[in-house]
């Protein structure tokens, strides 16, 4: 499990690293102000999950108002944000996270929407360490299970049975000879 959890953060890592280079180098290209300092900020709040997409298009939108910048070059942020949302949350984050914990990307998304719904953005936030946790628990249970005994059709070992009554503290009268 501590390989699956490492795994995971790195995983995160793998996102806030290209979130922040999507974000840097579109906001730069959008010429937004200060693109190079909200960028980075805008990659570090897209870890939290909805809050920082919507955090981050926000302030680089108002930004760019404040600005004078024309409303096609706010749009352009908008739509960055948003394609860069929907690219990442149905191919990049199901992908790179599901290598690192083993899980394929299908179960990655479903588990994210089914624990979203189920437990709001907190369910969001620890849907795929649980998923992750819970297949190398459930591997292991498996695994025991596969070499016990009553799966391999073994006989029980030697003890008291159904036929032979088990001795008690007190044994009943024998008659005499």
Not at 75 to 102: E, H, M, Q, S
Not at 158 to 173: I, L, M, V, Y
Request: a negative charge; glycine letters at 12%; hydrophobic letters at 55%.
């Amino acid at each position: 499990i501590d390989e699956v959890l490492a795994g995971f953060l790195r995983g995160e890592l793998v996102l806030l690293v290209t979130a922040t280079t999507v974000y840097t180098v579109g906001l730069v290209l959008l010429d937004v102000p200060f693109a190079v300092v909200v960028g980075p900020v805008a990659g570090v709040a897209y870890l939290v999950p909805y809050v920082g997409v919507i955090a981050g298009a926000l302030l680089c939108a108002l930004l760019s108002m404040l600005t004078g910048h024309t409303l096609w070059q706010v749009l352009g942020v908008v739509f960055l944000f948003g394609a860069f949302y929907v690219v990442d949350v149905l191919i990049i984050t199901p992908r790179v996270i599901g290598t690192k914990v083993g899980l394929k990307p299908l179960v990655v998304l479903l588990g994210i929407v089914a624990m979203g719904e189920l437990f709001g953005l907190i369910g969001v936030l620890i849907a795929i360490p649980l998923l992750a946790s819970g297949r190398i628990l459930l591997v292991e249970v498996i695994e025991r299970y596969q070499g016990s005994s009553a799966y391999l059709g073994a006989s029980p070992p030697p003890g008291p049975s159904a036929s032979t009554p088990a001795k008690s503290g007190t044994d009943p009268p024998q008659p005499e000879a």
